[in-house]
């Protein structure tokens, strides 16, 4: 009996391995270079989905490890997926092949997360197209202007809540992640929605939009679970159903849109806020939009304005870390302030050409997303410059590893070094557009890319005009990001002391 027992035991675990790894030689049969050692179950991903290794570092070692190839293989779990290497093929997925690799391959479940599943990074077909259309037209430069308004007052609550934390002292330390998610939550709340967002009264912390961001982006062990299932191993997640956007924030969100709409649609008072836009569109149009998109989009609105501050931290650790970038910065804000009578204008912050550099340099060596996923929608073949060809079948994941390209010696001079000349108008032409990618390219290009660096230049413009920036000891350099963390997040946060110029 016991010898039966054994037996069956060991029947099901052999078999049990040969289901686990019944794919680990599907880049072998067709050619193409892989990583060797698939775990059964877990293929390449274990330090992943563990949380000891970032995806960055993660992404950044198959990389290096494969310099000098087109691309190579790994296994997601049991799924095959390719990781392409150099510059051209990420233009031909991105751009050039597009019609193929058309799809990002988070996949939202309407029917567990609504709303989430509106936002135009997931979308795709006919309705990312009617998302892209409207949020394009509301991100033009007319409409920018408008949206500016309420920035601006904006930088003046953040100029007065400095001024408070500086008011007996000669210097204050702020974490700037946390100070910045402050501005950029209560721009998307101004700029959003025409509303007070308390983002800078603790008294009523509960109620805030940024209390309403961190639970979305803060790193906790539950954000840390779910970007993993969303991001990593979303066949899992099809069986658990783990909401994005919690209930809590969907019904904010659903009573908040619906009443200002309404609002919008029956007193028609101009007002700078997306919303008023979207009302304004519909009555161009003609036609009442759907309210549970409306609200998607909206939401994804405020994702996408509040998640800059991410992007803000980085630049205010940079500056602070270099004096001498800092002041030349500071310079050229002086100036053309001083052009527009210490006014914050549309057309002041384009003129701003070297806080463009010191922004392009920052995301460069800290980017928003480290790694972009397509699926291919159509089965195409990529050619390498070293031979390879894949015949990349329909439904497979091609990964972009935008964090390795853009530290990438052979694209980069010194690319550990922080230069923002690098960016300027005459070098600016040799760089390799498709190892720059902080806002992706091609036809998906981020929509809201204009909207994110109005609302950084005219905060950080504040700043530099009136503050010093200086790193403090408790800031751990070198820089460690949190492992499982949803956007670039270092250990120990980013401390900065202001002073008063």
């Known amino acids: 009996m016991t010898v039966v027992l054994v037996s069956l035991i060991l029947g099901a675990l052999i078999a049990l391995y040969f289901y686990l790894t019944r794919n680990y030689k599907y880049w072998q049969n067709r050619g193409v270079p892989c990583m060797d050692g698939p775990l059964p179950g877990f293929g390449h991903m274990l330090s992943v989905i563990c949380m000891k290794t970032n995806l960055g570092d993660f992404c950044y070692n198959i990389y290096k490890n494969n310099k000098g190839r087109s691309m190579i293989g790994i296994y997601q779990l049991t799924s095959p997926s390719l990781m392409i290497i150099e510059p051209e093929l990420v233009k031909t997925v991105l751009k050039t092949n597009f019609s193929s690799f058309f799809?990002?391959?988070?996949?939202?479940?309407?029917?567990?997360?609504?709303?989430?599943?509106?936002?135009?990074?997931?979308?795709?077909?006919?309705?990312?197209?009617?998302?892209?259309?409207?949020?394009?037209?509301?991100?033009?430069?007319?409409?920018?202007?408008i949206l500016l308004k309420s920035?601006?007052?904006?930088?003046?609550?953040?100029?007065?809540?400095?001024?408070?934390?500086?008011?007996?002292?000669?210097?204050?330390?702020?974490?700037?992640?946390?100070?910045?998610?402050?501005?950029?939550?209560?721009?998307?709340?101004?700029?959003?929605?025409?509303?007070?967002?308390?983002?800078?009264?603790?008294?009523?912390k509960e109620m805030s939009f940024r209390e309403i961001g961190e639970s979305i982006f803060e790193p906790s062990t539950r954000n840390k679970i779910m970007f993993a299932l969303v991001f990593l191993i979303p066949s899992l997640n099809k069986i658990i159903k783990m909401r994005v956007i919690s209930k809590r924030v969907e019904h904010f969100f659903r009573t908040l849109v619906a009443d200002l709409m309404e609002q919008r649609r029956r007193d028609g008072i101009p007002r700078a806020d997306f919303l008023h836009l979207m009302a304004e569109r519909e009555r161009a149009e003609g036609d009442k939009f759907d309210t549970e998109m409306l609200t998607g989009?909206?939401?994804?609105?405020?994702?996408?304005?509040?998640?800059?501050?991410?992007?803000?931290?980085?630049?205010?650790?940079?500056?602070?870390?270099?004096?001498?970038?800092?002041?030349?910065?500071?310079?050229?804000?002086?100036?053309?302030?001083?052009?527009?009578?210490?006014?914050?204008?549309?057309?002041?912050?384009?003129e701003m050409t070297y806080m463009d550099q010191v922004f392009n340099e920052s995301m460069r060596i800290v980017p928003a997303g480290v790694l972009m996923k397509k699926r291919c929608t159509q089965e195409t073949e990529l050619k390498g410059s070293d031979g390879v060809v894949c015949r990349v079948q329909t439904g497979t994941e091609v990964l972009i590893p935008v964090q390795a390209l853009q530290n990438d010696p052979q694209y980069w001079e010194n690319p550990d070094e922080y230069n923002p000349e690098r960016f300027n108008p005459d070098r600016k032409r040799s760089i390799e557009t498709f190892a720059f990618l902080p806002f992706s390219e091609g036809p998906r290009f981020c929509v809201g890319m204009r909207m994110a660096q109005?609302?950084?230049?005219?905060?950080?413009?504040?700043?530099?005009?009136?503050?010093?920036?200086?790193?403090?000891?408790?800031?751990q350099i070198p820089l460690k990001m949190i492992p499982g963390a949803i956007l670039s997040t270092p250990k120990g946060g980013l401390w900065i002391y202001f002073r008063h110029l």
């Open 103 to 145: 799809e990002n391959t988070i996949n939202i479940d309407y029917e567990v997360d609504p709303l989430a599943s509106y936002h135009p990074f997931v979308l795709s077909g006919e309705k990312w197209q009617n998302s892209r259309k409207r949020l394009t037209w509301a991100f033009s430069n007319t409409r920018l202007k």
């Open 151 to 204: 920035v601006k007052q904006v930088c003046a609550t953040l100029e007065k809540y400095i001024d408070g934390k500086l008011s007996n002292v000669t210097k204050t330390e702020f974490e700037l992640k946390s100070l910045f998610s402050r501005y950029t939550a209560q721009v998307v709340a101004a700029a959003g929605f025409g509303v007070d967002g308390h983002c800078f009264d603790d008294e009523k």
């Open 297 to 350: 989009q909206a939401m994804s609105f405020f994702i996408g304005g509040y998640e800059t501050s991410t992007v803000m931290s980085f630049i205010g650790f940079h500056l602070a870390s270099h004096p001498k970038i800092q002041e030349k910065l500071r310079e050229e804000v002086v100036t053309v302030l001083d052009r527009y009578d210490g006014e914050i204008t549309y057309e002041g912050l384009k």
């Open 454 to 475: 109005l609302q950084m230049k005219a905060g950080l413009a504040i700043i530099l005009r009136k503050y010093s920036m200086e790193l403090s000891p408790r800031t």
